[in-house]
């Protein structure tokens, strides 16, 4: 019990790794400055490629499905409650349209509300003594949980880096894949792949060198797969199971949010393969499983029904993937004409991430800002390694897209 | 870092608290033998009054705007995605209809995708020196919270408790309002109001007596009110915050499924004031709010949109209550017939507790469904104060309630 406290209305231990947290999370300090810049100019019109949020309508086929099913919950065969029974044709077409080959089965799949929310249901898997190791840049979530989690020492200001956190850096140095022989010594890894906000997409040959460490070193690989409808390059692999032995390390997390628009929806999925075991020979998969009874209550009915349908009209997903993927082809002509020379991702990613050199992350942003009223994010915010980048979205609609790339020749940006 | 292992494929510390776990969680374990007496009854129609599962359609006017809504996900005006803007009416609806003169603010409001979810959530506010009293019986994720989450010791059969947490008794014996002088030196308080299972709602003095022992106590008060709206007494308050003082030391998580319907559709919020403080001053909701931002990534937008309906026509959704309200007097009034003295909960709760004197509750339990075929929920289930009793709940259809109550008569249950 702790003890009573003067300043306090509760004696309530608090989690103090709250208060190693170095800044607010990135994305609502992005929306401020946005506000901030709005309402001081109320006459300019800001167009954001910032946040990765999705603005294209869905599909018919989707919404109508969702429609459907959600009427259907007024009527007496319609209802469902807990349970609904539409979870396990999801698996099933999950299985069928992703990981064919894959030799993974239904009771590995945990249908869940989103990527963001099971990465931080997997945080009640490992103990506070666990090592992790974390891209750099990255999904400002995995440094955010693993902190909360504590895992880490203090921020150190100088580095923008955690004490306790073995960082991989990933940048024009190593294409953009991490020197993964700095971490050996570790108990998680996380990995991005296409990496979000570098947009960098890995091979074949790489994803075996990293499976091959994981297994070698025992090191459990938590793959965020949340962008792999994005990979255009055939002979990449979309999820970690193309890999042989995945299935003893690796547990991935994917979502419908940028697959399919579901960003408000809200439909993710999660794989535990059966074949991870702890050292004491316990699977992983049945821990998760019961945390996955104890801190959730299945993912929302309507949202399954409409993820049932993407599943089953994957053409028409891809037709609105393909529109992004064409959103990002304007951007990366735009910055090639402006004359940037650092200019990564697009091609199998919905994040271009674009060099700003002499600039520091944040000063690109708000010149962005200033001179063209773009919303973008800055790198440095995924990690000390963004440091002088700028992540550009792709998710707009196709105006905003072309009125931005418009207003950066207008500008000249970077130059 | 942990040291490699031989049993298993990864070195990665396990969360050891998963292994004190006694048994498995509940519901899944009385499904299970639902499962196993169908599959070897096959002629026989099994009825459930187990599970608090909502069985009623949702009324036209909800299922229509959630229609509606995922309707104009499919075009460009009705297009979300994060962060949707129907989150603040739904706020602003819940204070007006619920909340209306307990001076709270809509950033003290979480809308999330339901109670569960969220008692995971708080887990993270607090660290694991932290000492948790627990009402006995009660819904059983706040032990399995507390124990996942490192506050206990071990299992310990003979008692059916855990070492390390405070349980505080409810039963015949004090009216079901638990002995608070027991729970002094805690750190957290889980009240749940009306009580599940037990169906027991707290008078207003009581809740008086309740909060002053958590602020003379520096407690944090963790008021589950899932089951508010089964209130019926008008002097018995239906939050937390009608009691002078709360906001200084209660969280208070609600929830749309029993309210509406919505155990599939996902929906709930939660409460967290800005008075309540930390003993180095620093806000509880603070640190909630980041951790919302971090664990979480908003509500489903299209169960948002019923919940809002759900918010302008009460009167409709309660019409639903009151027919669950309907099912709970006829299954009293059999009880009743059958000469049950031990009958609980029921008027302010869509719960009956029942006893069977001489009886443990899983024996109950089986006997209910051999005998008739009806699956309850053993009360021993929710901890060792629970046991000689069984839960029935009032979610099933009319056609259902009726025929379970016939088949109890017929076979003279009890006797």
């Not at 319609?78 to 990981?99: A, M, N, Q, T, W």
């Not at 009209?313 to 004359?339: A, P, S």
């Not at 440095?380 to 992540?391: D, I, K, M, S």
Request: with cysteine.
């Amino acid at each position: 019990m702790a003890k009573r406290t003067a300043d306090g209305t509760i004696k309530t231990p608090r989690n103090e790794n709250f208060s190693k947290l170095g800044a607010g999370y990135l994305f609502p300090v992005v929306a401020k400055k946005r506000r901030e810049y709005a309402a001081a100019h109320p006459d300019k019109k800001v167009i954001s490629l910032g946040v990765g949020d999705t603005t294209h309508p869905l599909p018919g086929i989707v919404a109508n499905a969702m429609c459907v099913y959600a009427a259907g919950l007024g009527t007496k065969e319609g209802y469902s409650g807990y349970d609904p029974v539409i979870v396990e044709p999801v698996k099933k077409k999950l299985i069928e349209v992703f990981y064919k080959n894959c030799g993974l089965t239904d009771d590995e799949f945990f249908i869940s509300d989103g990527s963001k929310c099971d990465l931080s249901r997997f945080q009640t898997l490992w103990n506070e003594k666990a090592k992790v190791a974390i891209p750099s840049p990255a999904y400002p979530a995995y440094v955010d949980n693993t902190v909360i989690s504590g895992h880490t020492g203090s921020f150190i200001e100088k580095t923008g880096e955690y004490e306790g956190i073995t960082y991989m850096p990933c940048g024009e140095q190593n294409d953009f894949f991490p020197d993964l022989s700095k971490a050996k010594d570790v108990d998680i890894m996380y990995f991005c792949n296409p990496n979000n906000p570098t947009g960098a997409c890995a091979t074949k040959a790489q994803l075996e060198q990293l499976v091959k460490h994981c297994i070698d070193n025992q090191i459990l690989l938590v793959y965020d797969a949340a962008y792999a409808c994005y990979i255009r390059d055939a002979d990449k692999p979309k999820t970690i199971y193309e890999i042989e032995g995945a299935r003893k390390i690796a547990i991935e997390s994917n979502s419908f949010s940028k697959l399919a628009g579901f960003t408000g929806v809200r439909l993710g999925w999660s794989i535990v393969p059966k074949e991870i075991k702890y050292g004491n020979g316990k699977l992983v998969r049945d821990d998760y499983n019961r945390i996955f009874n104890t801190h959730f209550n299945g993912a929302p009915n309507v949202a399954l029904a409409g993820g049932l349908a993407c599943l089953e009209n994957m053409d028409v997903i891809m037709d609105v993937v393909k529109f992004y993927q064409e959103n990002t082809r304007i951007i990366i002509e735009t910055l090639k004409e402006l004359g940037f020379k650092g200019i990564y991702g697009g091609r199998n990613s919905p994040y271009v991430f674009v060099k700003f050199p002499g600039k520091g992350s944040w000063a690109a942003f708000d010149e962005i800002l200033q001179k063209a009223q773009v919303i973008t994010t800055p790198g440095v915010g995924f990690g000390p390694a963004g440091e002088g980048f700028v992540r550009i979205s792709s998710y707009g609609t196709r105006e905003n897209v072309v009125e931005a790339c418009r207003r950066f020749k207008e500008v000249k940006l970077g130059s």
